[in-house]
C-alpha cells in the first residue's frame, strides 16, 4: 500500500530508515515524484516545485 508523504522533512528520514531498499525518481513536466521502498509500504513524495526538487 503507498502512503503519500507531505513534507520533505519526514521524506528524508523515510529515506535513512534502515528497512529502505530503494529510491525512484519520476520526473513529469509540473511535477517529481520521489518514491521510497521500505519493507511495509511504498512512500511517495510529489514536490511541483523544479528549484525545492532538484536540491532534494
Known amino acids: 500500500m503507498p502512503h503519500k508523504i507531505k513534507e ?4 528524508l528520514l523515510t529515506a535513512r530508515r534502515k528497512d529502505a531498499k530503494s529510491v525512484k525518481i ?3 513536466k509540473d511535477k517529481v515524484k520521489f518514491k521510497v521502498r521500505c519493507s511495509g509500504y511504498l512512500y511517495t513524495l510529489v514536490i511541483r516545485d523544479k528549484e525545492k526538487a532538484e536540491k532534494l
Open 8 to 11: 520533505i522533512k519526514d521524506f
Open 26 to 28: 519520476k520526473k513529469n
